[in-house]
C-alpha cells in the first residue's frame, strides 16, 4: 500500500512539473540553429591562440548538439570575438624541493559579439569574458602557457556556448 501511495504522488508531481512549462526542448528557434565561428582575432602574444579558440568553440557547439555547423554565408548566427591579452601569474610553489617549478594562473580578455545574420540583430554586443586556467611550470613558462591555451579556450568556449543557448530567441 505505501508503495502504491508513493508512485501515485510521484506521478501527480510529474504532471505537476511539466504542466508549469519546463521543456526538453531547445528555445532556439528551428530556423536559427546553424552557426558560423570565424576565426578569432588574437591581438595576444601567444601564438595561434585565435585559431585554437575558435576550434573549442565549435567544438562545444557540436557537443551541445542545438546548433548546425555552418559556413558564415549559410549561417542564421555567428559568433565573433577579439582575444585582446593574456597574462598568466604565478600562484604558488614548493619552496622544499628547491626546483623553479610552480603553479600559475593563466587569464585571457577576450570580446565576443553574436549577430542574428538573417534579421541584422546584434544578440550579444562585445561581451567581454574573463576564461582561465592553471598550469604547472617549470623553467619553459612560454611552452607551459601554449600547453594550457587549450583549456583556457575550453573555458571560454563553455562560457560562450551557455550564453548562446540563454538568449532570449
Not at 568553440?57 to 558564415?72: D, M, N, S, V
Not at 594550457?148 to 563553455?158: I, K, T, V
Amino acid at each position: 500500500m505505501n508503495r502504491l501511495v508513493v508512485a501515485a504522488m510521484f506521478s501527480v508531481l510529474a504532471l505537476v512539473g511539466c504542466r508549469t512549462g519546463y521543456s526538453w526542448r531547445s528555445g532556439v528557434p528551428a530556423d536559427m540553429r546553424t552557426i558560423a565561428v570565424p576565426t578569432f582575432r588574437n591581438e595576444s602574444s601567444v601564438t595561434e591562440l585565435g585559431s585554437i579558440t575558435t576550434q573549442q568553440i565549435l567544438r562545444e557547439f557540436q557537443r551541445e548538439g542545438t546548433f548546425k555547423i555552418a559556413r558564415p554565408d549559410d549561417a542564421a548566427v555567428e559568433v565573433q570575438g577579439v582575444i585582446r591579452s593574456t597574462s598568466s601569474s604565478f600562484s604558488g610553489g614548493n619552496r622544499k624541493t628547491g626546483m623553479r617549478i610552480g603553479e600559475y594562473r593563466y587569464v585571457a580578455v577576450v570580446e565576443v559579439s553574436v549577430v542574428d545574420r538573417r534579421n541584422g540583430r546584434v544578440l550579444i554586443d562585445n561581451r567581454k569574458y574573463t576564461p582561465e586556467a592553471v598550469f604547472v611550470s617549470g623553467l619553459d613558462l612560454s611552452t607551459a602557457t601554449r600547453n594550457a591555451s587549450g583549456r583556457l579556450a575550453e573555458d571560454l568556449a563553455r562560457q560562450i556556448v551557455d550564453d548562446v543557448l540563454a538568449l532570449q530567441w
